[in-house]
């Protein structure tokens, strides 16, 4: 790679449309672009965004990615053809799982178990046993193996195996022997093993990891090393990184052989944006809400870190690896309004980028939160995606009365009033899950609004949660691409290590840490980071003994157990509210080894002079806090400068977004163009 190669690309690809995003690291510059999302070949759009963009990928060193290819994979149901092997006498453990419901079927008699990803016949288990301290017991039989995967390839027509054994997060010997197996015998099945992907005990949640990995492998090898020859052929020779769903990237092959770490790719980006945008402007506590065209996802940064959680669950199975806790709704711009019976919902449906809102002129016939926002002015039909973007509002409106507003006995303007109070009401439900219900006080939160629908929708979010202020970023509708620029390389190691703190020891707990670090730095080395670049972090997670569920806590620097165990009571009253006299237990040792990368600073604007700042036009919308329609001021966010204040109703438009206030809500320029809005109290 040219020592000249100065610029690093970003891409997001959503369900409607593809951000991509370019720095360049000499000159400080970013150009960024949007291209409608290609679902049939995903990496057509991709491509499309980076050339729009006018990225010189032969002076590009790296190429960040982020997607939802294995996410819609799982939520669709249409993965690889999965098997399993696992020990002998355990095949169900995958179906059987924890027995429970979840939450929202807990009291429905109707309720009917999800299908299984792998049915029982794609299921096999082989002789060969651990203990629980990874001990032999009796060795893998590696004929049964080979008889297994002839059978699942043979008569079962699998593309995938995902491998899964009783205590191989202590010894993954018998994991790694049947692997080696399966490959040497059918070299093209992609093979899982959840020794690889989880050092960690609970065998049906290493199960279902793996075989989510396994669901999504051959479809995201595929689509990884098309993209790459497409970046290849263009010039580039930079290295390929993907971002984790638990923050960071790691590079294209890593993603390759894990890609379960993938899933949740694509909301990551913002994440790590908004964490970074918090700390340059001191604002440790915040509510990111991303809402792109097909979904919107919502999260929360607590001491200036997103949270993380190691025991999320995607489509009812467990997903046992680090990921953002975010919550993630059909709530997009693309979401259809429908009715059931006389009731009026949004979602989780979406009109996605083909054919899109009936606003989009493309073929959709069911209206949308885009096209309500459209019918109550808060898009100008004529402006849309800067004016590259022809759109049938006409059209749109007559769907609305047609589809909504007829059936409910309602006018357009009330039934798109609908629309929005009914998306409003699914976002506050979602966004108290990972505040309220945790303790925590969404009035005590900025929130941060980006994606192309963000800023029109989150501060009548902001309204009713009662949130201390709303921060639009620079280019919100690219946010999530712009946060990709930020990310570190980012691997994590775990460990399950089961200890009362009375019968450890401060050495048996550093020792067991120094193995993960050294793994970690291993790791980045491999990738070519140096060692000047590198960063390891410590994290312990613990309970008091009895308990099922345990809480994270920070190990930096800690000097005896006594502070560790300080440090964990302290966490767990602020999560529960007490502390209690029973012994504490470590069950789990965590390392974060970071590599640094070169990121983009934000840069100061410079506050008006002379000149005043007046509004561009002026339009009828609806406005929130006046319950009818009334004249918006309408500005060019190009035109604001630091110190800038505008009192709502207002709209303030860029080419790919719009941002939409009401009359009791400010809005305030601050020094790095952000604009911030308050609500009057």
């Not at 149901?77 to 179906?95: K, Q, S």
């Not at 019918?375 to 100008?380: H, K, T, V």
Request: hydrophobic share 35%; charged share 25%; net charge negative.
């Amino acid at each position: 790679m040219s020592q000249d190669n100065t610029q690093r690309v970003a891409v997001d690809i959503g369900g409607t449309f593809v951000d991509a995003i370019t720095f360049d690291r000499e000159t400080r510059d970013i150009a960024l672009e949007k291209a409608a999302t290609t679902p049939n070949q995903p990496s057509e759009g991709v491509i499309e965004s980076v050339n729009g963009v006018d990225a010189d990928l032969e002076s590009a060193n790296a190429f960040v990615h982020g997607t939802t290819l294995g996410l819609n994979a799982v939520l669709e149901r249409d993965g690889a053809r999965t098997g399993i092997i696992t020990n002998e006498g355990f095949a169900d453990v995958y179906e059987i799982g924890r027995t429970n419901l979840e939450r929202t079927a807990m009291y429905d008699i109707n309720y009917e178990k999800p299908e299984s990803i792998v049915p029982r016949r794609r299921r096999v288990g082989v002789p060969g046993r651990l203990d629980a301290d990874g001990a032999v017991v009796e060795e893998i039989d590696t004929d049964a193996v080979a008889e297994a995967a002839e059978y699942l390839v043979e008569k079962q027509d699998v593309d995938s195996i995902a491998i899964c054994f009783l205590h191989a997060y202590q010894n993954g010997q018998h994991e790694q022997a049947a692997a080696e197996c399966v490959q040497d015998a059918y070299p093209d099945i992609s093979v899982s093993v959840s020794s690889d992907i989880s050092g960690e005990y609970r065998e049906y949640e290493r199960t279902s990891t793996a075989v989510l990995d396994g669901y999504i492998k051959p479809i995201f090898e595929n689509y990884v090393d098309t993209l790459d020859a497409s970046l290849r052929d263009g010039g580039f020779d930079g290295s390929f990184f993907v971002t984790r769903s638990g923050g960071g990237t790691l590079t294209a092959e890593s993603a390759k052989s894990a890609p379960a770490h993938t899933i949740l790719s694509g909301p990551a980006g913002g994440l790590i944006g908004a964490s970074h945008v918090g700390r340059v402007t001191d604002r440790d506590n915040l509510i990111t809400v991303d809402m792109g065209g097909t979904s919107l996802d919502a999260a929360v940064v607590e001491d200036g870190s997103p949270v993380v959680k190691y025991d999320s669950s995607l489509e009812h199975q467990p997903l046992m690896i680090p990921v953002y806790d975010i919550r993630t709704i059909g709530a997009g711009g693309g979401s259809i309004a429908w009715i059931d019976g006389d009731l009026l919902k949004v979602g989780p449906e979406s009109a996605g980028a083909d054919p899109g809102p009936i606003c989009y002129d493309n073929g959709g016939t069911q209206p949308t939160v885009t096209d309500a926002a459209l019918a109550l002015g808060f898009l100008d039909p004529g402006d849309f995606l800067g004016g590259d973007m022809d759109t049938a509002a006409g059209d749109a409106l007559d769907g609305i009365e047609e589809e909504l507003a007829e059936p409910l006995g309602m006018t357009v303007d009330e039934a798109s009033k609908g629309v929005l109070d009914v998306a409003l009401a699914n976002t506050v439900g979602a966004i108290r899950e990972i505040t309220v219900e945790k303790g925590l006080d969404p009035r005590d939160f900025s929130m941060v609004a980006y994606g192309g629908a963000g800023p029109m929708f989150v501060p009548l979010l902001a309204r009713e949660l009662g949130a201390s202020e709303v921060l639009v970023p620079q280019a919100p509708s690219v946010f999530s691409a712009w946060g990709m620029l930020m990310a570190d390389v980012v691997y994590d190691f775990s460990q399950t290590h089961l200890a009362v703190l009375d019968d450890a020891t401060l050495n048996e707990l550093k020792t067991a840490f120094a193995d993960l670090e050294a793994e970690g730095r291993e790791t980045l080395t491999a990738e070519g980071v140096a060692e000047n670049r590198q960063r390891i972090g410590r994290a312990v997670e613990m309970r008091y003994f009895g308990q099922e569920h345990t809480v994270e806590v920070d190990a930096d620097g800690v000097s005896s157990l006594d502070e560790l165990a300080e440090r964990f009571e302290d966490q767990h009253e602020t999560r529960y509210g007490h502390t209690m006299d029973d012994p504490v237990q470590v069950v789990h040792l965590r390392v974060r080894a970071v590599g640094e990368n070169d990121k983009p600073e934000l840069e100061r604007g410079t506050p008006r002079e002379d000149s005043e700042l007046t509004p561009a036009d002026t339009r009828e919308a609806y406005c929130f806090a006046e319950d009818d329609f009334v004249e918006f001021d309408v500005y060019r966010r190009d035109d604001l400068k630091p110190g800038d204040e505008i009192r709502g109703p207002a709209v303030v438009t860029e080419p790919t977004t719009s941002l939409v206030f009401h009359s009791d809500q400010t809005a305030t320029t601050d020094d790095y163009g952000h604009i911030i809005i308050t609500t009057d109290q």
